[in-house]
Nanobody
Framework: QVQLVESGGGLVQAGGSLRLSCAAS????????MGWYRQAPGKQRELVAT???????NYADSVKGRFTISRDNARNTVYLQMNRLEPEDTAVYYC??????????????WGQGTQVTVSS
């Protein structure tokens, strides 16, 4: 089995920064694309950023220039550095990863979510 464990959420004032981490563990053969999504109250889950195994990145327009996604392949970990946070960034942030295990073809796995709250 695979687990994705997120950390780094919390409460921050507008203009501040937070860094989220998400580590994948289990019977992993290969981790392909990893990403971050978020879901605000009453809204659908939306893409924040993704990063391929070759470090090609993609960002939602709303976070371009403020957020940076990166990964450590040796640790099967993805990071999201969030700067100049705005109250509109308040949401539960979820990581996901496309992972091949020794038991299965590549499948999408999700973390449990971490709360980010930005006060004005």
């Amino acid at each position: 089995q695979v687990q994705l464990v997120e950390s780094g959420g919390g409460l921050v004032q507008a203009g501040g920064s937070l860094r989220l981490s998400c580590a994948a563990s289990g019977s992993i053969v290969r981790v392909n694309t990893m990403g971050w999504y978020r879901q605000a109250p009453g809204k659908q889950r939306e893409l924040v950023a993704t990063i391929s195994s070759g470090a090609i990145t993609n960002y939602a327009d709303s976070v371009k220039g403020r957020f940076t996604i990166s990964r450590d392949n040796a640790r099967n970990t993805v990071y999201l550095q969030m700067n100049r946070l705005e109250p509109e960034d308040t949401a539960v942030y979820y990581c996901n990863a496309d992972i091949k295990t020794i038991f299965s073809v590549p499948s999408l796995y999700w973390g449990q979510g971490t709360q980010v709250t930005v006060s004005s």
